[in-house]
C-alpha cells in the first residue's frame, strides 16, 4: 500500500497544519506528526485519563473533549491537549466522615455554586452525566453520585469548563469512596478469602507450585482454566 | 428691546453617563422616577449597617455618581423586597443594587471568601444559606 | 380519599439540614389527599433569583426543573404540570425564572438551546404553587375537616419572611396585608398573634459572614412577637427557621435578657393538629426544642 493510497487529513496542533493518515487516533496521529509525549500519555486504552484533549472542528464553534488515545481525527480537527487540569484533592479521612450532604459541603463548599448549566456533561470523553453526579451529591443521594461516576476516569475536562470552578470527579470519587465503606459496606467474601489465605489454605498449592521449572510453569499458564 | 421670550431647559447632566446607562440597563429599572420620598430606606431592615440609604444610592446613580459602586450598602442588601413593595413609583431598587453588584462581582472581585468558613460552619449552615449567600456575592 | 399526584420540589435544604419540613410536610398533604410526588432527578434551584436583565446562565438551573416537571407529567407519574415548592426561597426562584421564561423570548431562546440535550422542550406552562395556595385553593375548611387535635390555646405568631411574599405578582398572599398564615392557625385551632414585624428580613444569607447582624434582626422580630403575646412561631422558610431559630443561641449572647421562643414549620403544625404521631410532626429536629412548650400545653 503506496502513501498516495493512504487516506490523509488534515489536522491542526496547536495551531500547526499536518498531514495524517485518517485511520490514526488523535495520539498516534500527534506522534506519526513528530510531537513527543512526555505528558498527556498513559495507558493508551482510554482508561487512566492522561490524554485529555479539547478540539473544536472547521466550520463549528462547538468545543468538544475527547480522550487523544481513543479519538479517532477527523478532517479539519484543531487540537489541544490538556495533560493536567489543577484541582486540589481534600485531604480526608474516610472513617471520620459522615455519609450525608453536609460532608460533600464541608469538603468541597464550591458545589453550592453549581449552576446545572450540564457544561460539565458535555464536556465528558465518558459521556458519564456529570451534572447530575454533582446534583445527586448535593441532594445528599451518595448512592446515585457514586454509580453515576463509576466510569470516571478523572480526565479533567468537566473541571476546566465548569464555570462555578468545581472539581466534579473530586465529587464522584468522595461519593463512590463513602458508598462502598458506608452504604455497601465490608466485603464478606473478601473478608473470607483473606481468612483463609492466613489459615494456610493454599499453602500447599503455592508450594507446589513455587517448585517448579520455568518451561512446566510456562506450560501450566499457557493452558490454565480461562473465562470466556 | 425683543418682545421674544427665551427659553432655558435644563437638562440633568450625569457626571458619567455611561456608568448610568449600564445601571439602567442591567436593573431594567428606570431610575430617573425617584423622587427621593425616602419610603425604600424605611421599610429597609439593613440599614444600619449601610454607609449610604438606598434612596440616597439611587440618586447616586442619578447623578452619574460612581461612588455607589464603593459603598458597603450594596453588600449588605438582602434582596428582600421590601423597597420594591414600598416605592410609589414601581422602582424595584433591589433591582438597582443588583446592578450595582454585578458591576464589581464582573470584574472577578469575590465580596465573601469561601476558604475562611470553617467546617463546623459549613455543616451546621443550611444549605440555602450558602447557596444563596455565594449566588450573590461572588462572580 | 380520592388521591392527586402532585409534583413536589423540595429543594437542598429541606433533604439535609431541614428534614422536619420534608417529613411533616409529605405527611399533612397525605392526610389531606394530596400525594407529594418527589420530582426524579430534581437538581438545586440555584436560589436566589437572577436579577440583572442579561442574566441568562443563572436561570437553567430553576428552568430544568419545570422542565422534569412536563417529563414527570407526560411519563404519568403526576397529574398536573404543576410543581408544588415548600421552601420559599425555592418557591420565589422558581416561579420568578418561570416569569422571566414566558416574558423574555430572547432569554428563552437562549435557554433552550443550552438545554438541547434535554428529551423534551420547556414549553413554558408549568405552573409553580406554594403549598400554602394548595391549601387556599382546596379551602380552608378542607383542612379543617382533617384536624382532630385542634391547637387550642397555643399562641401563634405567623412569620412570613420576604420571599414568601415579595416582590408583588410572586407572592401568595397580598404583600401589605397577608391573610394566608392567619387563616391556615385559625383552621388548625390555634391562637393567632398578629405582629408589626412579621414580614421584616432575618437577614438572609447574611448569616454565612455577618452572624452579628442576623442576630440583631432576630432579637427585634422575636422581641416583638413575644411582646404582642406570642409563644411560638410558625414559618415557611428553612433560612429564617435557622436564623429565628438556632440562631437564638447567638442571640443571647449579644442580648442576654433575651428568652427564647420555639420556631416551626407550619406543616409541623398540620401534622399535629391531623393527629399524626412523632414521626411524622418531626419535632424533635427543631432548634429550640419546641415539645417542652406543647407538653406543657397538653398537646403532644
Known sequence: ?228 | ?139 | MLMMNVAYYPGCTLKTTAKEFDISTKASAKALGINLVELPRWNCCGTVHALAKDDVMHHLAPLRNLLRVEEAQQSGIVDDKKVVALCAMCYNTLKRSNQAYNADSDMAGKVRESMNNEAIVYSGQVEVEHLLETLRTQGWDKVQAHVTKPLKGLKVAPYYGCLLLRPRGVGVDNADNPRIFEDLLKAIGAEVVDFGYKQKCCGSYNTVHMVDVVADLSNRILKQAQEAGAEMVVTACPLCEYNLGNRQTEVVKKHPKFNGIPIVYFTQLMALAFGLGEDETALGLNKPDPRPLLREKGLI
Not at chain 1, 62 to 74: D, R, T, Y
Not at chain 1, 112 to 117: F, N, T, V
Not at chain 1, 157 to 172: F, H, T
Open chain 1, 1 to 228: 500500500m503506496t502513501e498516495n493510497s493512504k487516506k490523509m487529513v488534515t489536522i491542526y496542533v496547536m495551531g500547526k497544519k499536518h498531514a495524517v493518515p485518517a485511520d490514526l487516533t488523535i495520539m498516534k496521529a500527534m506522534e506519526y506528526a513528530g510531537h513527543q509525549f512526555k505528558r498527556g500519555a498513559g495507558c493508551r486504552g482510554g482508561f487512566c485519563g492522561a490524554c485529555a484533549t479539547i478540539y473544536r472542528k472547521k466550520g463549528s464553534y462547538k468545543l468538544l473533549g475527547a480522550l487523544a488515545c481513543q479519538k479517532m481525527v477527523e478532517d479539519d480537527m484543531y487540537i489541544a491537549q490538556i495533560p493536567f487540569s489543577p484541582a486540589e484533592k481534600k485531604s480526608y479521612k474516610i472513617d471520620d466522615l459522615k455519609p450525608d450532604a453536609s460532608t460533600f459541603l464541608e469538603q468541597y463548599p464550591e458545589i453550592a455554586r453549581c449552576l446545572a448549566c450540564n457544561t460539565c456533561t458535555k464536556a465528558c470523553p465518558q459521556d458519564l452525566q456529570v451534572m447530575d453526579i454533582v446534583q445527586a451529591a448535593l441532594r445528599g443521594d451518595i448512592t446515585t453520585s457514586a454509580k453515576l461516576s463509576f466510569d470516571c476516569l478523572s480526565c479533567g475536562l468537566c473541571a476546566v469548563r465548569c464555570p462555578a470552578e468545581i472539581v466534579p470527579y473530586n465529587i464522584g470519587q468522595l461519593a463512590r469512596r463513602m458508598y462502598s465503606k458506608y452504604t455497601v459496606g465490608p466485603t464478606e467474601h473478601v473478608e473470607q478469602r483473606v481468612k483463609e489465605v492466613k489459615e494456610g489454605k493454599f499453602d500447599e498449592e503455592l508450594d507446589k507450585l513455587k517448585a517448579l521449572d520455568k518451561p512446566t510453569l510456562k506450560k501450566l499458564y499457557d493452558t490454565r482454566d480461562m473465562e470466556a
Open chain 2, 1 to 139: 428691546m425683543s418682545s421674544e421670550k427665551q427659553e432655558l431647559v435644563l437638562h440633568p447632566s450625569p457626571l458619567n453617563q455611561v456608568f448610568k446607562d449600564r445601571v439602567k440597563e442591567l436593573s431594567g429599572e428606570k431610575v430617573e422616577l425617584c423622587f427621593q420620598c425616602g419610603a425604600c430606606s424605611s421599610g429597609c431592615p439593613m440599614t444600619q449597617e449601610m454607609d449610604y440609604l438606598p434612596s440616597k444610592v439611587i440618586r447616586m446613580v442619578q447623578l452619574g455618581l460612581e461612588e455607589a459602586l464603593d459603598s458597603k450598602t450594596i453588600w449588605v442588601c438582602t434582596t428582600c423586597f421590601n423597597c420594591e413593595v414600598r416605592c410609589p413609583r414601581g422602582i424595584d431598587v433591589a433591582n438597582v443594587m443588583e446592578a450595582l453588584r454585578q458591576l464589581v462581582l464582573r470584574k472577578k472581585y469575590d465580596r465573601v471568601n469561601l476558604d475562611l468558613l470553617s467546617d463546623e460552619q459549613l455543616r451546621e449552615l443550611p444549605q440555602v444559606a450558602i447557596i444563596s449567600c455565594l449566588r450573590k456575592l461572588t462572580a
